[in-house]
C-alpha cells in the first residue's frame, strides 16, 4: 500500500531530478496500483499535479533490463508512434523514481459505468479506444527492440506457461484448492498454446489493455501501464478489451466491437480475417486465463481481496469461449472449466444490451 507521503529521504532524493524542483511538499495523495507492488502518488493541487512513481526493486531479466527500462523505453517508443500516453517529466536512479504527466481521475471503466446499458453510446465510446489499437499494434511493432525491455516475445512456450500454467498455479490451485494432475488436460494446454501462437509475431502487444489501464481525458483516451509490452498475437489485446471483466460487456456488443476493429486494422495491413476469426478464441482463453489466475495471485497472495469481485464475470467469459468450435477438441480443458462455473455459479450481469 502507497504511504499518505514519501519519507524525507526520498523527498531530498527526488529534489535532485530534474522536473522535480517545485512539486508542494504538503500535497500528496496516494494512489492503488492495481496489480503493481509500484508506489504511486499524485503531488499538487487539482489542476496543477503530477504523477510521482517509485519502483525500488522491479523484477529485471537475466541482463538486468528492469521493468522500469521497460516501461521508460516503451513510452518513448510509443508517444513516438503517435499514440497518448502519459509525458514523462523526469526521472531519476534508472527509472525508479518517475514524475509523470496527471491525466485526471477518470478511467475508461468509469466512462462505461457512466453509459449503463447504453449499446449506442457504449460502442461510440470504444470506437475511439479501439481507432488507436491498430496504431499501437502495428506501428508499436515497427522498430520495437525487444533488447530494451525485461519481457520476453508471446511465443507458445510462455503462453503455456504464463497463461495457462499461471491459471492452473494461482487460481485452479492456489485460489480453488483444486489438485489437478491430469497429462491429458497438459498434452491438451501444449496443444492450445502451440495453436494460440505458432509463430513469432512483429506487432506489439501491449498485454493488459484494459479499461482500467486507460484514463479518460477531455473526451479521449490516454494510455498508462504498458510496461508489460512485447510483440505478439493481434488478436490478444483485442480479446482483453473486448472480454474485459472489469466491465463485462454484452455478447452482441463484443460482437459489434470485433467487427469494427477488422474494420480499423483494415487500414494498416492485408489479412485473411476468417483465420483471425478462427484463432481468436484460443487466445481469447489465453487472455482469461491470465486474468484469472491474476486475481487468484493478487487475492491470495498479495491480500488485494477487491480482485474476487471480477471471477464470476471472467469465469462467465472463459465458460462462453469454451464453447466455441475452435475448442471443441480440447474436452478436458472445457470439463476443467465446467467444474469451476459449478464452484462459482453467480455471473456479474453484462452492462449493455
Known sequence: MTPAHPNPELL???EKIPGARGIPVE???PLAG???DRLIWRAGKHGDSVIVVHNQNPPQNALGITENDSFLYIRRHLENCGVPVPRLLGAGEGGRWMILEYLGDTLLQ???RLRGGNRTALRELYAVVLDYLPRI????GQGFDHSKVHNVPYTAGFAREWESGYFLREFVQGHQGLRVFDPGL???LDMMAEEAAPSVEPYFLYRD???RNIMWQDGKP???DFQGGRTGPLAYDLASIVLDPYVNLSEALREELVELYLERLSGWISMEFRSFRRRFPLVAAHRIMQSLGAYGYLARVKGRMHFLQYIPAALSILGRISQSPELRAFGRFRALVDRLQETNPSETTPCSF
Open 12 to 14: 531530498a532524493l527526488l
Open 27 to 29: 500535497q500528496w495523495t
Open 34 to 36: 492495481d496489480g503493481s
Open 110 to 112: 468509469d466512462e462505461v
Open 137 to 140: 499494434q502495428v506501428a508499436g
Open 186 to 188: 497438459d498434452r491438451e
Open 209 to 211: 489493455f484494459q479499461s
Open 222 to 224: 490516454r494510455f498508462i
